[in-house]
């Protein structure tokens, strides 16, 4: 897993709630048996046409937005379990989701991939949303050590909560199969203790 | 201190607790896997050398991506041929039990289980599905899981989790006629939300639970995730043991004895606390549908779309309202259906077949009404056959196919079109969910045979004998 300390980053405001996994990557797209190329269909009906051509209204083809931090509504990433979600965001270039509020699997799953789910108030959600309306440019500095949201232009460092373990996966790029796999001897110790149980 | 059901089958598959971290080394009893969420699984267990540590415990099926029709024959589609077969290669290669295409005891993963006795009482099981919630109806702890962790249960049998927050759902009473184990939990959502119970393990309790039989309540457990909630659970019952008795997998002789005493011990104790608690009367709830594009968008069959939608929502609803065309305040009665879909691990076992074949029995479908029915395994088919079932869907107009997902998630080739509205017993009316452009209301079996029948949304309560 890729480590993750700070990014300084524009983001791509998308101001819908309840997101589901569905929305983020169809099912028709899960046919691969690689975690690679989800991107090229992240968001893939509400970025395409039936045509395969790109709809202007969405912001993923907007071209004022670019940037490694995705923006969107609560509770982000509802729906199916699929891993596929978080790797389609992570493989189209986002580092990071700020949301007031994720989905439990989703947000496991991006954990798993170097992928920061970064929860805001809904205050502090729609202040964004606002001001990515407004500048387009605007510059986020997400602090993973500090665990703070900096907004430079409204001179404002936001504490965000992170899983103490978590973080600190996230910061190496350990991921959990390193530690269970250490872990054998406690879990065969475990398993004799309830021989009836296999 | 009281425990509850989840405390007790938590605290027994605890190996070990991370001091100050919150997280527990959690052991898995049974690992259920699919062709689609598992190959990079393998991938990943592969490159970093490591072996499998119980295959025993492991169960494979090929349901997601499966044709539902001539399944005899090789998989036309390239991709989908592809990855079943990486599954029939993953599993030859590691010694995995599997029931692939063919195999009589293949389905839909969470329909399997059960009926096969796989999922028993006190149970820790995972599957990289989130509908894997459903085992919960048998008291066990039961949920999905991301492809990193089944590569994580793969090598090591286990999973590091912080213990879910607890909340029970209490429904009291004997419900309407016409109201079925669809219609309660397609209302506990409807009042809860989308993300209404997302961080809680739900524990499904009262005398409305009670009296579902075990296939009603894997249709309510099956649906705890659509309200955001990691599983839902009922404590086993003599319901639960009438129906594991004699099952392939379960506990047999001296052994089934002991079983049914252990399972015995698993119910909430009198005085347990749950850290969230809803109360609702059976007398409310009647026949559900939603209206929108995710399963709290739900209301009486016969209500009208709410217009009081709080400020903050108010963009996200009415882009959902207008991708299935409905306007607020607007009636669905008499609205025209073009697909019926009945199926998904959420209604495709045989009572739900035989509910639907019971009411079309003698009718006719409507004409301009495409209704298919796709069995949840191929014992849930082969019963269907062995009771007529399967004749009287025919005389009556509908399409029963061979056992998948299918259009619940329309990776194969079955799928509603752009516009065109599906009445559907699945789990999700997310948009383009059943195919790209499809407008999905989601039902009970009943309200789906009834809809097809008539060819448009009716009052249900007016065609009941």
């Known amino acids: 897993m890729e480590k993750f300390e700070i990014l300084q980053s524009t983001a791509v405001p998308l101001p819908i709630e309840n997101i589901d996994t569905d929305q983020i990557i169809p099912a028709r797209f899960l046919k691969a048996t690689s975690r690679e190329g989800f991107g090229e269909n992240l968001f893939r009906d509400w970025r395409f046409d039936n045509a395969g051509q790109p709809k202007a209204d969405f912001v993923l083809n907007n071209g004022r937005y670019s940037g490694q931090i995705l923006v969107a509504g609560k509770n982000f990433g509802c729906g199916s379990s699929r891993e596929h979600a978080a790797w389609a965001i992570h493989d189209a270039g986002f580092k990071v989701v700020i949301s007031s509020f994720f989905a439990d699997i989703f947000k496991g799953n991006a954990l798993n991939n170097g992928l920061l789910p970064l929860q805001v108030s809904d205050e502090v959600l729609a202040r964004l949303f606002a001001q990515l309306e407004a500048d387009p440019q605007t510059t986020l500095v997400v602090n993973l050590v500090n665990q703070e949201l900096e907004v430079p232009v409204w001179e404002e460092r936001i504490p965000f909560a992170i899983d103490a373990y978590k973080k600190e996966c996230m910061i190496n790029g350990y991921d959990d199969i390193d530690f269970l796999v250490n872990q054998k001897e406690a879990i065969e110790q475990y398993e004799k203790s309830r021989p009836w149980a296999y | ?465």
């Open chain 2, 1 to 465: 201190m009281a425990k509850t059901l989840l405390d007790k089958i938590w605290d027994a598959h605890v190996v070990k607790s991370i001091p100050g971290a919150g997280l527990d080394v959690f052991y898995i009893d049974k690992h259920l896997i699919h062709e689609v969420t598992s190959p990079q699984a393998f991938d990943e267990i592969e490159a970093r050398g490591l072996p499998l540590f119980r295959k025993k415990q492991m169960v494979a099926t090929a349901d997601h991506n499966v044709p539902t029709k001539n399944q005899h024959l090789p998989i036309e589609e390239p991709l989908s041929r592809f990855q079943v077969d990486k599954l029939t290669q993953n599993c030859a290669k590691h010694n995995i039990e599997l029931y692939g295409l063919g195999h009589q005891h293949q389905g839909i993963v969470h329909v399997i289980g059960p009926e096969l006795g796989l999922t028993q009482p006190g149970m820790t099981i995972v599957c990289g599905d989130s509908h894997t919630s459903t085992h919960g109806a048998f008291g066990a702890i039961a949920f999905g899981i991301g492809t990193s962790q089944v590569a994580q249960v793969m090598a090591s049998q286990t999973l590091l989790l912080s213990k879910p927050k607890s909340m029970r759902i209490t429904v009291e009473g004997a419900v309407k006629p016409g109201v079925t184990a669809k219609d309660i939990i397609l209302y506990v959502i409807s009042k809860l939300g989308t993300g209404g119970a997302t961080g809680y393990f739900v524990e499904y309790a009262g005398s409305a639970f009670r009296a579902l039989s075990m296939e009603g309540r894997m249709t309510v457990c099956n649906m705890s995730i659509e309200m955001g909630a990691r599983g839902g659970m009922i404590a086993p019952d003599q319901t639960t043991f009438d129906y594991l008795k004699g099952r392939p997998f379960a506990p047999q002789g001296e052994r089934w004895e002991q079983a049914v005493a252990y399972w015995s011990t698993l119910f909430t104790e009198e005085g347990a606390s749950f850290e969230k608690e809803y109360t609702f009367d059976a007398q409310d709830i009647a026949p559900m549908i939603t209206f929108g594009t995710n399963p709290g968008m739900g209301m009486a069959i016969d209500a009208v779309i709410p217009t009081d939608v709080p400020v903050s929502e108010q963009a996200s609803y009415s882009k959902s309202l207008k991708y299935m065309g409905f306007a607020p305040g607007e009636s669905l009665l008499g609205k025209q259906i073009d697909y019926v879909f009945i199926g998904s691990c959420t209604n495709s076992r045989i009572e739900d077949l035989r509910q639907v074949a019971k009411y079309v029995q003698g009718k006719q479908k409507a004409p301009h009404v495409e209704a298919i029915i796709v069995p949840g395994s191929k014992l849930v088919e082969k019963q269907a056959m062995e009771e007529g079932i399967d004749k009287v869907l025919a005389a009556a107009g509908f399409e029963l196919r061979e056992p998948g997902c299918s259009a619940c998630l329309a990776m194969n080739e079955d799928k509603i079109p752009a516009g065109a509205y599906c009445v559907s017993t699945s789990n999700r009316n997310f948009e383009g969910r059943q195919g790209p452009g499809s407008r999905t209301l989601l039902a009970s079996p009943l309200v789906a045979a009834i809809t097809a029948v008539e060819g448009k949304i009716v009052d249900i309560t007016h065609y009941l004998n």
